[in-house]
């Protein structure tokens, strides 16, 4: 009977590929430095000049070599990432088998590159494609880069299907409900070890930028304060001490601030404890498992810290898959092209990096429309 009803599904439901968007990493250790020049050969990250990226890719990738090997020797020699997204995937197709669909992975920086999951997907035959980022948050490195990605590679294999891509949804109501449990669990868990006496400060830490990119119009930074914003309104905790801040700086030029080492360190003069909330990655991976748990763990206790505790990922939250697949559903009900999890434009007139903006839809009325200004958190105290 389970097999006939298959077969019916089959028969009379449209075939939906959902395309997983993730960063990727390298598979084994002689894949760190082709993953690094992957990785900055992109236009979207090296933002110079076409004919002095090639040279000035080698060259970063080059010196970045020891010090990412060195991470990925304390994981195993390798990124847990991909093993996560398949899990993910297998999540959500488990959640929407009421539909007749199939999730692919398509890694911008190492395989399965948008090529192999293209090939993939038309193989499958789909009726309709899905393209899902794994970043909550919009930005042209990320999501941007990864569209751009696909478009190319399935133009390459001549795959020639409606699709529609979910550009962002930094305050999608479910998203943004499994995201707060997930941090009040940690921060009730922290609460409950630390001495009454110790004040502890929340740090919703993000991937940085350049500045610059995010002056010429990225929307990332502005969607980051989104989904803290939102996540700490379901939390409806007062009086909550709280900070939005930045990791990963890789450059010598002007990131966004505050940086997350710089609060760590404050945090310790002011004999504060941390609790480091993960707030733009939605799977553990070397950034959370070795930058948040180990290197910034260590300049807390140097810094003198009273406690430093971590919010996990999403990872297969079930509450997260929940969302991805109510997600899924929503744009089935649009028409094809980009759509937010709003189903428009989501952001202020300044971004105009939003793709969106550059497909000329115009922000919705209310909070978002184009006039207003966006609400600032507040910096802790």
């Keep these: 009977m389970a097999t006939s009803d298959a077969m019916n599904k089959s028969a009379t439901t449209p075939k939906t590929a959902i395309v997983l968007m993730n960063l990727g990493g390298p598979d084994k250790m002689s894949s760190v430095y ?12 090296l933002r110079v000049p076409f004919f002095i990226r090639p040279l000035l890719a080698r060259i970063i990738a080059f010196a970045r070599k020891k010090p990412a090997s060195e991470n990925y020797k304390l994981l195993g020699g390798k990124s847990p990432l991909l093993e996560l997204t398949e899990e993910q995937a297998q999540a959500l197709e488990a959640a929407l088998s009421d539909s007749n669909v199939k999730c692919f992975i398509a890694m911008r920086y190492w395989h399965p590159f948008s090529d192999e999951a293209a090939a993939a997907v038309k193989a499958w035959n789909p009726d309709e494609v899905v393209l899902l980022p794994l970043y909550p948050q919009h930005s042209t490195t990320t999501t941007g880069s990864s569209f751009t ?48 006496a110790i004040p502890l400060r929340v740090l919703f830490s993000a991937h940085g930028l350049p500045e610059s990119i995010v002056k010429a119009g990225d929307p990332y930074q502005h969607q980051v304060e989104r989904t803290t914003q939102a996540v700490l309104r379901q939390m409806n905790l007062p009086d909550l001490d ?37 707030i733009a990655f939605v799977s553990e991976h070397s950034e959370t498992l070795v930058e948040l748990d180990i290197e910034y763990r260590e300049v807390a206790e140097h810094a003198g810290v009273p406690a430093y505790f971590r919010t996990p990922t999403q990872n297969c939250d079930p509450g997260f898959i929940a ?22 434009r989501t952001c202020y007139k300044p971004h105009s990096d939003c793709p969106h903006a550059r497909a000329g839809a115009p922000a919705p009325p209310g909070p978002d429309a184009v006039t207003a200004e966006p609400t600032k958190l507040p910096r802790a105290a």
């Design 34 to 45: 082709p993953f690094l020049l992957n990785l900055f050969l992109d236009p979207a990250i």
């Design 149 to 196: 990605a696909w478009r190319e590679a399935a133009a390459k294999v001549g795959l020639i299907k409606p699709t529609r891509s979910i550009c962002c949804y930094h305050s999608d109501p479910g998203f943004v409900a499994s995201t707060a449990a997930i941090v009040r669990e940690s921060y009730e868990k922290a609460r409950a070890e630390l001495d009454p």
């Design 242 to 278: 709280t900070l939005v801040c930045y990791q990963s700086r890789a450059t010598p030029q002007k990131w966004i601030g505050p940086s997350t080492e710089d609060e760590i360190e404050r945090a310790g003069h002011e004999k504060v404890a941390l609790l480091i909330v993960p």
């Design 323 to 344: 969302s991805l697949a109510d997600l899924v559903r929503r744009s089935l009900g649009r028409p094809t092209g980009l759509c937010s999890f709003a189903g428009s």
